[in-house]
């Protein structure tokens, strides 16, 4: 069965500086991976997604994440954060059969001034 | 283009009362999933309708009931609302479900349920 794990509940980063969101999934054959933020009372919003190609992919609003195979990771990275960045990210995963997304558990980004 | 959306956005019932939440997309999308979020669960799947004229149970359908309508509809019924289903409920949509390439998926604004 896939799973996709978020490890850190809670991400704070001063404003200005590099953030990363990690995430760790597991499929079986290749994944389709993808990240989705939400802002508070609104629903979830596409950023990115890996599907096949050069592991690097960017997405919305400056936002980039590296396919690891190796590693089996997905980390959303942006390289100057900002405070309109806080939100909660999700990460996502399926395998390449018949089976819907799986998402984490959500990250949620604080960025400070 | 309004996306997707629902209706209501926030509803309180007591335990035993029915409901039905209502979505709606106009991006002429086939596929039509309903989530539920719980904090620290993240998204559950209760149902997903891969095209006009099906339905599958996701993760957690116990409790639910969905109809597709149409192309553009997918609602979600709780028959007998309890407790536990107390939860915000996101409908998404996405041009093909299980085609990766065409699977971005684009969420509604929820409904907050609350049963008593």
């Known amino acids: 069965a896939q799973s996709v794990a978020q490890p850190e509940d809670q991400v704070n980063v001063a404003e200005g500086n590099p953030l990363t969101v990690k995430c760790t999934y597991s499929v079986s054959g290749n994944p389709y991976l993808f990240w989705y933020v939400q802002y508070p009372n609104r629903g979830l919003q596409f950023l990115l997604k890996y599907i096949t190609g050069d592991n690097l992919v960017k997405g919305s609003y400056g936002f980039e994440a590296e396919f690891n195979k190796s590693q089996t990771s997905f980390h959303l990275k942006k390289p100057s954060a900002l405070v309109s960045d806080s939100a909660l990210y999700f990460c996502a995963v399926r395998d390449r059969g018949n089976t819907p997304l799986v998402f984490g558990k959500g990250t949620r980004l604080s960025v400070i001034a | 283009n309004a996306g997707v959306t629902q209706t209501p956005k926030f509803q309180v019932l007591k335990t035993g009362q029915s409901m039905t939440l209502q979505c709606a997309q106009d991006?002429?999308?086939?596929?039509m999933y309903w989530y539920r979020q719980d904090p620290g669960m993240g998204l559950r799947l209760i149902y997903y309708s891969a095209s006009e004229g099906t339905t599958d149970k996701g993760e957690v359908p116990n409790g639910y009931n969905v109809s597709r309508l149409n192309k553009r509809e997918f609602s979600l019924r709780l028959e007998s609302a309890a407790p536990s289903q107390t939860s915000v409920y996101f409908c998404a949509s996405s041009e093909r479900a299980l085609r990766g390439v065409r699977e971005t998926q684009y969420f509604g604004p929820g409904t907050r349920l609350l049963v008593l």
């Open positions: 991006m002429n999308h086939n596929s």
